[in-house]
């Protein structure tokens, strides 16, 4: 049974930074599709990065340029670098693995099949 664990969320100011880790356990493919995900109250959870079985890397607009997903060589922690953080980042962040390989972006949830229990980020102005 895969498992994962986000860690890394707290409070920053507008223009800070945070890493958030993401240590998994239980999979069976280095290989596999990863990505970052979060959501506010009252909203659906959306895709922010995600990691393809190729090590490629994929954003969605308004995270281009300032976020970064990065996996370690063991595939054992997915890592989302944040600068430049803005209140409008504010949120839960997800970690999620599809226990599948890919080859293009994917944000679309029911592709994973693992979740975490995600960990809050919170940007003042």
């Known amino acids: 049974q895969v498992q994962l664990a986000e860690s890394g969320g707290g409070s920053v100011q507008a223009g800070g930074s945070l890493r958030l880790s993401c240590r998994a356990s239980g999979y069976r493919y280095r290989e596999r599709c990863m990505g970052w995900f979060r959501q506010t109250p009252g909203k659906e959870r959306e895709g922010v990065a995600s990691?393809?079985?190729?090590?490629?890397?994929y954003y969605v607009d308004s995270v281009k340029g300032r976020f970064t997903i990065s996996q370690d060589s063991a595939g054992n922690t997915l890592y989302l670098q944040m600068t430049t953080l803005k209140p409008e980042d504010t949120a839960m962040y997800y970690c999620?693995?599809?226990?599948?390989?890919?080859?293009?972006?994917?944000?679309?949830?029911?592709?994973?099949?693992?979740w975490g229990q995600g960990t809050q980020v919170t940007v003042s102005s």
């Open positions: 999620a693995d599809a226990g599948a390989f890919c080859y293009t972006a994917r944000f679309d949830l029911p592709f994973y099949n693992y």
């Open positions: 990691i393809d079985s190729d090590g490629d890397t």
